[in-house]
């Protein structure tokens, strides 16, 4: 397996089909550290735009200089070899076997210490091993013997409903991971509007046009994954950011595990948030939100204002605009985001200790970019700065000590706390739901009133807080009078506290303070 | 929007916010990336969620205009985070791709949707893009620029790939936004009050003046 990963990476003429089988997976399993390190060296020369990092990637990025990289990796790679060290021991005292192909048959039960080797980072080639382990992919695997395969199979023979919105985003995965596009080979005729031949569908993709190379082995298997989960979990289908899951997963573990961890990912850590109307995105959204106002009291002032400019206590319905960068962290699991080593020690968390990872690391983002955000005038700065910020978290070690490190103020987010704030926003948004609707139609309302004809026209959400003020005002249009009926009926369902709330101004310190936090 | 006037000198600074909406892979990204940084990938990864960039442009030697962008993702299922983007905007760019006749549809969908929610000021362009693949294209260029034109759309038809009318694209933009209205942000946001929200929804009189 080393051997032909060594032809895969560094034979100018490598060819995809070179590997027999599609089911092991892309790193190499070795023994010993001497031969990780042998096999972290033998990339590409360093410092040139086109190094490539141990999973293939370009170690450059427009935040990150390959010297930049090369830099931090030099101690890391120490570190990584000492923490190898730690686990072989750590999986000889439990007693526990390995495999001929050097990886441990089985993982230790989850404990203080385990946690903390967790943390403290996998050895890259067992990795997948692991993440399936805590994961309980074995389970999974076990009740459904052959069921992975019958789904591709039937997925190639009659494709699903998404396959289209598939195929234009294979090409867009990891396209400057070497695994995902061999940029060894000079595309043939780029530039030239020739269609690929034999492409299943015409898709709107470019790329595919592009593409004269042939396609990898792995976007190969990323395509059969993703056909199968959407013909398995139909009310997921297929959702942007989950080709660069089953990517990220695909480098790590052959691919019938890799589609068992989409289905434990999409159904057991984030629920929801992949499905057609995004609502599990939305609800951690708000979770995240009322943890940030909690522990991040400088940020939220910046961040938790609505378009209008009010800090509001429904941000659970209501989500501050952030949430449009936010909401695409969890959905791709930070892929994109942070780093990919970064990445990959976040998501060795993530599968031990579950969904609460995902939200103690975006309140570090937010920690670390704090004093920045509290810096800027323009509240349209801040999403550029939270934008860029975790894009240089490089120092994976450091991040993960920052997010786990006593006292940063967000140390009591467990997951049963994660838990049941997601059961209390999700409660609240199916409860003023009947209000968001309910300004959707006055906003059309208002699209239909010409401005000029109504004096004291104001918008819809300006008629909320006034119709909280003073219980409605002077009819005008039958429509109107219903619209504001629906609205009164939900408001009721809101706190006193969230009615203060619409009305603190954005340096409020009230609002950030215990005492109007939702009861959760 | 804000407007800012340098009270010594007779320099214009403007900010708008601009939103990009279209179906997936019709170039929102790949535009928005030659717009900014004059680069262009073959391989682009799909946008998640959405991506925030801004870009600032002379409009003449007096008037610099700072663009805010919101690129946004084209697949179905993000369609329902749209109006947190474009209730504030003051600009949105409708993409389609010339070589995908279906891409069109949704672009109208998306101007139609614009025209009942957005701001009823908000200057919408409809880009046909790809404009280097004229071989394969699907959508006739007076067929969309009928459609433009009765619909009240700037229309451009544009390639990300060699930059064809890309700056064209966002100049016309520039020269329709209304200059002499409103004015900084910054001074009035801290009392809450958002002159960058859409004329409509604004309180009367706060920006109806527009004097171009
Ligand atoms: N030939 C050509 N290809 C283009 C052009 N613009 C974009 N592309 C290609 O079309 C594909 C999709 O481009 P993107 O910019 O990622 O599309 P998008 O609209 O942002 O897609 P989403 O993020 O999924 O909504 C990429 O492979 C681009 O390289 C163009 O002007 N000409
Ligand atoms: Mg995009």
């Given at each position: ?40 060296n ?8 086109n ?8 170690k450059?990025s ?32 439990s ?5 001929e ?11 203080k ?49 998404d ?5 234009r ?6 396209p ?15 530039g ?26 792995i ?11 959407s ?24 691919e019938?595990?890799?589609f068992?961890?989409?289905?434990i ?118 999403f ?5 910020t ?46 968001t ?47 504001q ?11 006193l ?24 | ?10 320099t ?9 909406l ?25 946008t ?28 179905e ?48 362009a ?6 280097d ?5 699907q ?29 064209e ?23 809450g009050?958002?002159?960058s929200?859409?004329?409509?929804r ?11």
């Open positions: 397996m080393q051997q032909q990963f060594f032809l895969e990476r560094n034979h100018p003429t490598f060819q995809p089909g070179s590997f027999a089988s599609v089911n092991r997976p892309l790193l190499p399993h070795t023994a010993s550290a001497v031969s990780i390190s042998h096999f972290i033998n990339g590409n020369s360093n410092g040139s735009a190094a490539r990092d141990m999973y293939g990637f370009r450059q427009q935040y990150i200089t390959a010297s930049e990289y090369d830099k931090w990796f030099a101690s890391y790679e120490k570190y990584m070899h000492r923490r190898r060290r730690k686990w072989e021991a750590l999986i000889r005292d007693g526990i076997e390995f495999g192909d050097g990886v441990p048959l089985a993982f230790p039960r989850k404990s210490l385990v946690k903390r080797y967790v943390r403290k980072g996998i050895p890259v080639d067992w990795r997948g091993a692991a993440w399936f382990w805590y994961a309980k992919g074995p389970e999974y695997l076990k009740k459904n013997p052959g069921l992975y395969e019958r789904l591709w199979t039937r997925g190639m023979s009659s494709p699903p409903v396959s289209e919105l598939i195929e985003d294979l090409h867009r995965t990891f400057d991971n070497i695994h995902f596009r061999n940029t060894d080979q000079p595309p043939v005729n780029s030239s509007p020739a269609t690929t031949p034999g492409s299943t569908k015409s898709s709107g993709s470019n790329s595919r046009r592009n593409s004269a190379a042939p396609e990898t082995r976007v190969q298997s990323l395509r059969r994954v993703l056909y199968a989960f013909l398995y979990v139909p009310k997921t289908g297929y959702c942007q950011s989950l080709n660069f899951l089953a990517g990220l997963l695909l480098l790590f573990m052959e019938e595990k890799a068992w961890m989409l289905v990912i999409t159904q057991k850590y984030l629920p929801g948030v992949h499905e057609i109307n995004l609502e599990g995105a939305n609800i951690d959204q708000g979770v995240l939100m009322m943890c940030v106002r909690e522990s991040l009291p400088i940020v939220w002032n910046k961040i938790g204002a609505g378009i209008d400019g009010y800090l509001r206590d429904d941000m659970v319905v209501r989500l501050p605009p952030i949430t449009l960068c936010t909401a695409a962290w969890f959905m791709s699991g930070f892929i994109g985001v942070l780093p990919i080593e970064t990445v990959v020690r976040v998501w060795d968390c993530f599968f031990y200790e579950d969904s609460k990872v995902f939200f103690r690391i975006a309140l570090t983002i937010f920690k670390l970019s704090e004093r920045q955000i509290e810096s800027v005038r323009d509240p349209m700065e801040t550029q700065i939270v934008q860029t975790p894009k240089q978290l490089l120092d994976a070690s450091s991040v993960i000590q920052s997010c786990f490190r006593r006292h940063n103020g967000f140390g009591h987010i467990s997951q049963e706390e994660i838990d049941n704030r997601r059961r209390f926003v999700a409660d609240r948004r199916r409860h003023v739901g009947v209000m609707s309910s300004d959707i139609l006055a906003d059309e309302l208002d699209s239909q009133l010409p401005s000029s004809s109504l004096p004291g026209h104001t918008s819809g959400r300006q008629k909320r807080f006034a119709g909280i003020a003073s219980s409605g005002f002077e009819s005008r249009k039958a429509a109107e009078d219903r619209i009926m629906l609205r009164m009926g939900s408001m009721n369902m809101l706190s506290n969230a009615r203060n709330d619409y009305f603190s101004p954005p340096s409020s310190s009230r609002s950030v303070s215990g005492a109007s936090s939702p009861a959760v | 929007m804000a407007v800012a006037r340098d009270s010594t000198s007779s214009r600074f403007a900010q708008f916010k601009l939103v990009l279209g179906e997936s892979a019709v170039g929102k990204s790949s535009l928005v990336l030659r717009f900014v940084k004059d680069q262009f990938d073959d391989y682009r990864e799909s998640i969620g959405a991506a925030f960039l801004t870009q600032t442009i002379a409009l003449d030697e007096s008037t610099t205009i700072k663009f805010e962008i919101w690129d946004t993702a084209g697949q299922r993000y369609k329902s985070l749209a109006p947190m983007y474009y209730r504030n905007a003051n600009c949105a760019v409708v993409v389609y791709d010339i070589t995908q006749a279906a891409s069109l549809d949704k672009a109208k969908s998306w101007v139609k949707e614009l025209q009942r929610q957005a701001n009823e000021n908000i200057i919408i409809l880009a046909g893009n790809k404009l693949l004229d071989g394969k294209r959508v006739e260029t007076a067929a969309a620029e009928a459609y433009a034109s009765e619909s009240g759309l700037l229309f451009f038809e544009t390639s990300a790939k060699s930059g064809e009318n890309v700056t694209l966002f100049t016309a933009i520039a020269k329709r936004l209304p200059l002499e209205t409103a004015s900084s942000r910054q001074r009035t946001a801290p009392k009050v958002d002159l929200r859409p004329n409509r604004a309180p009367a009189a706060s920006n109806n003046g527009c004097t171009c």
